[in-house]
């Protein structure tokens, strides 16, 4: 179970050295923190409470209006990008990015790195 835990972190600590991204977390579907790299001073108990209900509030809709599957949620600021999207059945992967960030390169980065923590998540299930 260490094993898994430690590829969790080793992929938000690579995750948050993209460039554009200031810091990212897997937090799970119910709101808990599994591992983040958010800055001094953001409580990651509140980010991942915010970003659990911000993610399955826009699931709610995109099933309520009938537009398929919800991808992911951009919430946009003054000074940043809050970015939400799926990591399989039971996690999230939440990144925080600047404003004028590259949301592509972004984006690409944040896909494989879900995809990456769903295979851990799962093996974290199996075993």
Do not use: C
């Amino acid at each position: 179970m260490t094993d898994l835990w430690g590829r969790l972190e080793e992929t938000i600590e690579e995750l948050s050295h993209v460039t554009d991204i200031k810091s990212a977390a897997v937090v799970r579907r119910d709101g808990l923190v599994v591992t983040h790299t958010l800055p001094e001073g953001v409580d990651p108990k509140i980010v991942a409470a915010m970003t659990a209900a911000i993610v399955g509030t826009s699931e709610m809709a995109t099933i309520q209006l009938s537009q398929g599957r919800f991808v992911r949620a951009i919430v946009e600021s003054d000074h940043g990008k809050l970015l939400s999207l799926g990591a399989g059945e039971e996690a999230l992967l939440v990144a925080l990015v600047y404003d004028d960030a590259n949301l592509g390169l972004v984006l690409m980065a944040m896909e494989r790195a879900a995809k990456q923590v769903e295979r851990i998540m799962q093996e974290a299930v199996s075993a």
